[in-house]
């Protein structure tokens, strides 16, 4: 009877000991970080998003408490297949729990189909189409930093209401354009503005002469950039040099960010209105956080929107992973987790994940400063409005993302 009883303590024993092996293994984290880290987007994502990544992981204190995490990137070169490419060994071989930033609308839509066939979790802070929590939501996908619809009803509706109610739209020919214009002409259109023509052009070309002659011949009130990073300082730069602002036509930078008006200069850029959920300069957490990624980007850079949207992702996704005590394999539980929580840190504030997978927090409008109103070095914005979070993004009854129940 003793050696009966001895045999099942020693069966318990070696399953206890399994479960407390299984557990430990539960708390290893391995973060891939998609995007470009060499061409047209690495200044706003990049390595500075991979930078992000490591800060999230320093900060959340998870690896004093014996977790293990690990931060892999990958350079889609912003091109879907190679994404997916990417992903996939990821997700097969190199046992990958999330994919972050995924800066390039395309890629963002082919990987998060993929994300979703395997169980995984996106936490897309680069990618900016609005069809992320619409048409192409995911149970397994956060489009967490801005999309499409903020930018647009933002600037758009700000710049129409201000007087500028009549548009043409130089559009960058790939799926962040096409739906930055489509989203800005329903905010245009909805406060009483009209836009008389677009033009669409290929990315990262050198000479906007043509494109910037037929916004000009347009008489539009305003020429709506709908394109990003290189392509929008260059397209800035060639249109002071045609005189188009001096002539009585307004730019509107659907999306500038920190490193585009840095790039442009500030005697050029001035004036500029556009829309961000994040300045460096906003308050004492984000300088706080600002100044220690500048540090360890040896000056190079001031942080993006995108690499904000890293470091916030990654610190509510380690809160929901901390309230499982573990990883679950089931990537939806995950972020089902993440959406019941109320998300709070220090470069976005208070906000919530909603159903469709979109993070809303406030937008802000901000103004280009003039030489004269910068203090220094990356002094660039001035605050004109806050826009409420409920306000910034799409409203759900607007939504037609299959997630949402009617």
């Not at 500038?256 to 961000?276: S, Y």
């Not at 996704?317 to 573990?326: P, Q, R, S, T, V």
Request: charged fraction near 20%; include cysteine.
């Amino acid at each position: 009877m003793i050696e009966k009883i001895s045999c099942v303590l020693m069966a318990s024993a070696i399953a206890l000991a399994n479960i407390g092996g299984a557990a430990a293994q539960e708390k290893a984290i391995k973060i891939g970080v998609l995007n470009d880290q060499s061409g047209f987007y690495a200044d706003v994502s990049g390595p500075g998003s991979t930078l992000a990544a490591q800060m999230a992981v320093e900060d959340s204190g998870l690896t004093k408490k014996g977790w293990k995490i690990e931060v892999v990137v990958g350079d889609h070169q912003n091109k879907p297949d190679v994404g997916v490419n990417i992903a996939r060994q990821w997700f097969d071989r190199e046992k990958v729990n999330v994919v972050v930033d995924v800066v390039t609308s395309s890629v963002a839509l082919a990987v998060n189909n993929l994300v979703k066939e395997k169980n995984k979790v996106m936490l897309a802070s680069g990618a900016g189409t609005s069809d992320l929590t619409n048409s192409q939501c995911s149970p397994n996908t956060i489009q967490w930093t801005y999309d499409t619809y903020m930018l647009a009803h933002g600037t758009g509706t700000a710049v129409t209401k201000n007087g500028g109610d009549s548009w043409f739209f130089l559009t960058a020919d790939y799926t962040f354009g096409t739906a930055l214009e489509r989203d800005t002409t329903s905010a245009v259109k909805a406060n009483g503005g009209k836009v008389l023509g677009s033009v669409r052009h290929p990315t990262n070309i050198p000479d906007f002469s043509s494109f910037l002659l037929q916004a000009q011949s347009s008489k539009a009130k305003v020429v709506g950039l709908a394109n990003a990073s290189g392509d929008t300082v260059n397209s800035i730069k060639q249109a002071a040099e045609f005189g188009i602002v001096s002539g009585g036509q307004k730019l509107a930078g659907m999306v500038l960010l920190i490193t585009d008006i840095h790039a442009i200069g500030l005697n050029t850029a001035q004036g500029l209105n556009f829309t961000e959920p994040f300045y460096w300069d906003m308050n004492e957490g984000t300088r706080e956080f600002s100044n220690r990624f500048q540090k360890r980007m040896k000056g190079q850079s001031m942080p993006t929107m995108m690499h904000a949207g890293v470091y916030s992702s990654l610190i509510h996704y380690f809160k929901a992973l901390e309230a499982f005590d573990g990883i679950p394999d089931d990537g939806i539980k995950i972020v089902e987790k993440m959406k019941s929580m109320p998300t709070d840190d220090v470069l976005f504030g208070k906000g919530l994940v909603q159903p469709n997978g979109r993070k809303i927090h406030p937008a802000y409008l901000f103004e280009v400063k003039k030489p004269s109103e910068s203090k220094g070095p990356w002094d660039y914005y001035k605050l004109v409005a806050t826009i409420p979070a409920e306000e910034a993004f799409m409203p759900l009854s607007e939504s037609n993302c299959a997630l949402l129940k009617r």
